[in-house]
């Protein structure tokens, strides 16, 4: 079992950025993918980014703006996201897939979670 922890989340103005932070700790393997999601009251997690064995994805929505990193030496996943936008504004979570090798975007095929971090941005 992996235990993951975000931090960095908070309040920004439009067009802004902020750069999440995800430390991995437990049992953590290089070719298993790890990713973020996000969600806001009422709707569904969504999936905003992931890194896996063959390299980083992006959720339409987002790409261009964020970008996804991993040191695997230091077990941390971060969440580079510039030009943020009002509808950015979620509870963004930290994953790691249950499989090695995996490289979607289904959040049931993620096992491990952080317990979330508030990304709020202002107009």
């Known amino acids: 079992q992996v235990q993951l922890v975000e931090s960095g989340g908070g309040l920004v103005q439009a067009g802004g950025s902020l750069r999440l932070s995800c430390a991995a700790s437990?049992?953590?393997?290089?070719?298993?993918?790890m990713g973020w999601f996000r969600q806001v009251p009422g709707k569904e997690r969504e999936f905003v980014a992931a890194?896996?064995?063959?390299?980083?994805y992006y959720a339409d929505s987002v790409k261009g703006r964020f970008t996804i990193s991993r040191d695997i030496a230091e077990d941390t996943l971060v969440l580079q996201m510039n030009s943020l936008k009002r509808e950015d504004t979620a509870v963004y979570y930290c994953?790691?897939?249950?499989?090695?090798?995996?490289?979607?975007?289904?959040?049931?095929?993620?096992?491990?979670w952080g317990q979330g971090t508030q990304v709020t941005v202002s107009s």
């Open positions: 437990g049992r953590t393997f290089s070719n298993v993918a």
């Open positions: 994953a790691a897939a249950r499989n090695s090798y995996y490289s979607g975007s289904d959040p049931a095929a993620f096992g491990s």
């Open positions: 890194i896996s064995w063959n390299g980083g």
